[in-house]
Each structure stands twice: as C-alpha cells, then as structure tokens.
C-alpha cells in the first residue's frame, strides 16, 4: 500500500505543475474543480494508508477495503 501511495502521491504532485501552466487558460471553476479532486484523492490516499486493520467491501471491480472516504464537493 505505502508504494501505490507513494506513485499516486507523485502523479499528485505532477499535475499540480501541469495545473500551473493551465492557470491562465482555464476557467476558475474548473482550476477550483481540479484542485478540489487533487486534494480529495491526497486525503482518500491518507485515510487508506492509516487504517489499522482492513475490512473488505464489495466494490464493481471486486474486493476493496473499507474507510473513511472524503466527497468531492
């Protein structure tokens, strides 16, 4: 778990460099979206990599683990 989240962590932290270069061609609502989804998955991620024990769940693409999972506004 600690290295997908290591490789999510730093595609992260890459499109926050690519969001910098859209900053003066994007609408404001979409930046604010594309920050908003960058820092949900960084919270999901951290939420996921601090469970002490691991419950499944059904997920559509089979077995996941339960926990505390932020929304997008």
Known sequence: MRTVHDLVNNAL???????LDLEDMA??????QFDQIIQVT????KNL???ECATEIELATGAGIYYQRVETA
Do not use: G, K
Not at 13 to 19: A, D, F, G, S, Y
Not at 27 to 32: A, G, I, K, N
């Open 13 to 19: 932290n890459n499109l926050q460099i690519v969001r």
């Open 27 to 32: 609408p404001p609502e979409s930046l604010h």
């Open 42 to 45: 960084a919270e999901n991620l």
């Open 49 to 51: 990599s601090n469970l």
